[in-house]
């Protein structure tokens, strides 16, 4: 639980306190060398340091109770917010009523905190946490708060009570990591969120040959913990699983730290760290897994089509080794069941992989968003609705899963509700990617072509902002601009994005021609015909029988 020290630093006591130790300090000696100028005399200089001494206090109350924000004076002081997510829980959806109370078998693994003293180990220390939130994931009937949400609270001095309250869960486990040469040392604590109460704590010193044994510790630790009076059942291990040696699971936790990080150079360097570890042992099933998404999304940036092709082959045979090696590893089927819905149409190929995924590990955060991508795909959108908002249950703040959710939202008519999901995503990330292309189509949708265009104009990826700008500009009456912007589009983007050119052919009225790209987005093996059955931009196009045609010849029938 985090000290008196830790609170008063995060209300800025400490730092009201220091501020008026120096501004007391400069009074007094501005005072001592003003007074004689003028004969003042001497009790006017004592009756000054006993004002001062006496403010000291009331100043420090003011600074624990009172806080400057945007807003003015306030008096609840908001946690920092320094970083992308905020520290309070979402709002409930709307007409959930009020906010439930934890479930009393539910946990949060924070970041472990990185005590060596080289900063570039903190990929290392997230990863141990990332392994123990995946094996507690693995405990039927326990709540296991997502990763996203777990890890926004890194480097944020805030209370246990705090990420009790805004994950929903009644018990958190925190610690640290000190690694020096091939010995580690790690602490780990299990406490309560309503109390502070300490359940459990340990501390490990072993030798990084034994890191899996550790982890296994410590799962069990907390599952005996929580099911003297909760849980009932025998705690998760990696025993079932390869266990790599020091270097291959370094490689691997590097290249799962880059995957997380999203960006075109953070994937092409996971590729590399995942190649590394599967070079040294070709058994390692988790590091082939994490190269097929690696090799996936990489390939998205490439500028061929050839290219583009060759990366999604290089993806489909590392997922295919992952689940050859390891058929009980739950994010091998999640890497398969991802390629083979999305890039190879084989929508009964993908189900079966993401039932096996979610029968190894209910809590998976990932593949229950990503698993419901593939129901609303085969027009189940209110399975897809249910799947996403359980995800966002586990994850509250995981601003993909509430943009995810805000689809199908949108999709089954529920505009308020799909606004209130995209305001959730902008909330906890303002850089969201995909936030401002969800809401720009939600302000067409409304006939708010101005304010579509402010939204897409926003948006960061230049295939959806072109897209959406040239949606935009067409609802505006601006047919000139809306051209030369999807000329662009077509220009640049012809090998990647066939769908996203369909989509602004068919808002235009352009049937013939919108018809032309989705029937070269298929044969491109385009990821966007995956919204086929609910893109609200295709709505024009669901009564024309080449429509049905089309979703019978990617296996989408009603």
């Not at 929508?347 to 190894?360: N, Q, V």
């Not at 609705?385 to 703040?397: G, K, Y």
């Not at 943009?403 to 949108?410: A, D, G, K, V």
Request: charged content about 20%; aromatic content about 8%; proline content about 5%.
């Amino acid at each position: 639980m985090p000290s008196l020290w830790t609170e008063l630093k995060r209300r800025k006591v400490v730092r009201m306190a220091l501020a008026y130790c120096a501004l007391a300090w400069l009074l007094l000696q501005v005072t001592d060398l003003v007074l004689p100028l003028f004969e003042v005399p001497g009790w006017v200089m004592r009756l000054l340091v006993l004002l001062l001494v006496l403010g000291f206090p009331f100043a420090l109350l003011f600074s624990w109770g009172y806080a400057w924000t945007d807003q003015g004076l306030t008096r609840e002081r908001p946690s920092d917010t320094t970083a992308s997510a905020p520290l309070a829980a979402p709002a409930p959806l709307p007409g959930n009523g009020q906010e439930a109370p934890p479930r009393p078998a539910s946990i949060a693994v924070l970041p472990l905190v990185n005590m060596s003293s080289d900063r570039e180990q903190d990929y290392f220390s997230d990863g141990l946490s990332e392994e123990l939130l995946n094996l507690l994931a693995q405990v039927p009937g326990l709540h296991v708060a997502g990763r996203t949400s777990s890890f926004s609270f890194k480097d944020k001095a805030c209370t246990i009570s705090d990420i009790g309250r805004s994950l929903h869960v009644a018990t958190v486990l925190e610690g640290s990591v000190r690694k020096a040469g091939n010995h580690i040392r790690i602490t780990a604590q299990l406490i309560k969120t309503e109390d502070g109460y300490h359940l459990w704590s340990q501390t490990y010193d072993r030798e990084l040959d034994d890191i899996f044994a550790v982890q296994d510790e410590i799962a069990a630790a907390v599952v005996d913990t929580l099911k003297q009076h909760l849980l009932p059942m025998h705690p998760p291990s990696t025993t079932d699983h390869h266990r790599p040696g020091q270097e291959a699971y370094n490689d691997f936790l590097l290249g799962r730290h880059l995957l997380n990080r999203a960006t075109e150079d953070s994937f092409k360097r996971a590729v590399q760290a995942f190649s590394r570890a599967v070079a040294q042992e070709p058994d390692y099933a988790a590091a082939w897994a994490g190269l097929a998404l690696a090799e996936a999304y990489a390939a998205d940036f490439t500028e061929s089509e050839a290219t583009l092709r060759a990366g999604r082959r290089r993806a489909a045979e590392a997922a295919d080794r992952a689940v050859t090696l390891d058929p009980g590893l739950a994010e091998a089927h999640t890497a398969r069941a991802v390629l083979r819905f999305v890039f190879d149409l084989n929508w009964a190929g993908g189900e079966a992989d993401f039932r096996k995924a979610l029968e190894c590990n209910p809590g998976d955060v990932m593949t229950l968003w990503q698993y419901s991508r593939l129901q609303a795909a085969l027009g189940r959108l209110q399975d897809a609705r249910q799947t996403a908002r359980q995800a966002t249950r586990l994850d509250p703040l995981s601003a993909q899963a509430w943009e995810i959710l805000s689809r199908y939202q949108m999709a089954l008519g529920e505009l308020a509700d799909a606004r209130h999901a995209l305001t959730q995503a902008l909330d906890i990330d303002p850089e969201h990617g995909r936030a401002p292309v969800g809401l720009g189509m939600l302000a067409l949708l409304e006939g708010d072509a101005d304010g579509a265009m402010a939204w897409h104009a926003r948006t960061r990826n230049a295939t959806f902002r072109c897209m959406g700008m040239a949606m935009a500009a067409y609802s505006q009456g601006k047919d000139a601009y809306s051209r030369q912007l999807h000329q662009d589009l077509m220009q640049e983007h012809a090998h990647d994005s066939a769908y996203q050119v369909a989509e602004v052919f068919a808002w235009r009225g352009e049937h013939d021609a919108a018809f032309d790209w989705l029937q070269r987005a298929v044969r491109q093996h385009d990821a966007g015909v995956q919204y086929l059955k609910y893109d609200p931009a295709l709505r024009t196009l669901r009564h024309d029988p080449r429509f049905a045609l089309l979703l019978a010849q990617v296996g989408l029938s009603t």
